[in-house]
């Protein structure tokens, strides 16, 4: 019976371990998966962008200003808009506050 390593079925930057009837790919950092693909291209990040690193689980992301979350910027942050301002900074809309007092009902834009 020959070795499944002996084709060289695993990328070049990867190991090709032998199993019991099988052959496993052992990945480098930033790897994934049988046939170790590169974690970024699965696009684990899911508001943000994707980098590369040498270290950890072999990528970071890059979270857009209003996105944040342990690891995929999974969350929207509500970014509440400034004094005397009214609306929702996170999707770019706030405005100046023009009510009388006592009659918060009417803003406008």
Same mark, same amino acid.
């Given at each position: 019976? %020959?070795?499944?390593?002996?084709?060289?079925?695993?990328?070049?930057?990867?190991?090709?371990?032998?199993?019991?009837?099988? /052959?496993?790919?052992?990945?480098?950092?930033?790897?994934? %998966?049988?046939?170790?693909? +590169?974690?970024?291209?699965?696009?684990?990040?899911?508001? %943000?962008?994707?980098?590369?690193?040498?270290?950890?689980?072999?990528? +970071?992301?890059?979270?857009?200003?209003?996105?944040?979350?342990?690891?995929?910027?999974?969350? +929207?942050?509500?970014?509440?808009?400034?004094?005397? /301002?009214?609306?929702?900074?996170?999707?770019?809309?706030?405005?100046?506050?023009?009510?009388?007092?006592?009659?918060?009902?009417?803003?406008?834009?």
């Amino acid at each position: 019976i %020959g070795s499944h390593c002996s084709s060289n079925p695993c990328p070049d930057y990867s190991t090709c371990q032998e199993e019991f009837d099988s /052959y496993k790919c052992t990945c480098p950092v930033g790897y994934v %998966g049988k046939h170790c693909v +590169r974690v970024c291209s699965l696009k684990p990040c899911r508001h %943000g962008k994707c980098e590369s690193t040498n270290h950890g689980k072999g990528f +970071r992301c890059v979270c857009p200003q209003q996105y944040t979350g342990k690891e995929f910027c999974e969350v +929207r942050m509500e970014v509440p808009c400034r004094d005397k /301002y009214f609306g929702a900074s996170s999707i770019g809309v706030c405005g100046p506050c023009k009510c009388e007092v006592g009659n918060e009902s009417e803003f406008s834009l």
